[in-house]
């Protein structure tokens, strides 16, 4: 079976960091591009960055450009978001989505909450 | 940055009847590659989004056939057939032919 699994969310302090993991399953990993999109409570759906299955280019929005790093892991078929930096308006639902031109595969969701 | 608007915000559908679904974006979806990366996805109450449609037309595997997409250049239309109770959620159009990737703000589809 095809799957997205996110793990790393949690209740942070303003300024502080979180590493976000991504672990994919039931298919060739190292093939696809891979996402980070996040939806805030009550909120729609904002694109966070994009990185190409070999790591050769990446792409941020620039609400997270200079803040969170995305990367991967291809001989462990991870994806990971190291978020620093931290602020009130990160707080989210932060999703792992497979493929930049159709995200076709998504994960559950892992909650960021930002809060002193 | 390709902005997407969704209409109508909220569509109130009875059981058995059709909904459309507008979004159009600021500039024209055409990749240089020839393709136009607009998407449908469905957002169920308390659920991740899930693929319904890709390249404008195009049904994900598993995808009901009462859901169908059409248009091109900036004018895009999700339809679905007959609504059924599991089709209740938020839907969404995003394009990905230009970074950044963006959504549409979504359509609320419920019953009434």
């Known amino acids: 079976e095809v799957q997205l699994v996110e793990s790393g969310g949690g209740l942070v302090k303003p300024g502080g960091s979180l590493r976000l993991s991504c672990a994919a399953s039931?298919?060739?990993?190292?093939?696809?591009?891979m996402n980070w999109v996040r939806q805030a409570p009550g909120k729609g759906l904002e694109w966070v960055s994009s990185?190409?299955?070999?790591?050769?280019?990446?792409y941020y929005a620039d609400s997270v450009k200079g803040r969170f790093t995305i990367s991967r892991d291809n001989a462990k078929n991870s994806l990971y978001l190291q978020m620093n930096s931290l602020r009130a308006e990160d707080t989210a639902v932060y999703y792992c989505?497979?493929?930049?031109?159709?995200?076709?595969?998504w994960g559950k969701g892992t909650t960021v909450t930002v809060s002193s | 940055d390709i902005v997407m608007t969704q209409t109508p915000l909220s569509s109130p559908v009875t059981l058995g009847q059709p909904a459309s679904i507008s979004c159009r974006s600021s500039?024209?979806?055409?990749?240089?590659?020839?393709?136009?990366?607009l998407s449908w996805l469905q957002q169920r109450p308390g659920q991740p989004p899930r693929l319904l449609i890709y390249?404008?037309?195009n049904r994900f595997s598993g995808v009901p056939d009462r859901f169908s997409g059409s248009g091109a250049g900036t004018d895009f239309t999700l339809k679905i057939s007959r609504v059924e109770a599991e089709d209740v959620g938020v839907y969404y159009c995003?394009?990905?032919?230009?970074?950044?990737?963006?959504f549409g703000g979504g359509t609320k589809v419920e019953i009434k």
């Open positions: 989505a497979r493929d930049v031109y159709v995200m076709d595969v």
């Open positions: 039931g298919f060739t990993f190292s093939s696809y591009s």
């Open positions: 990185i190409s299955s070999s790591s050769s280019y990446i």
């Open positions: 500039q024209s979806l055409v990749h240089s590659d020839g393709n136009t990366y």
């Open positions: 390249k404008i037309s």
């Open positions: 995003t394009q990905a032919t230009q970074f950044p990737l963006t």
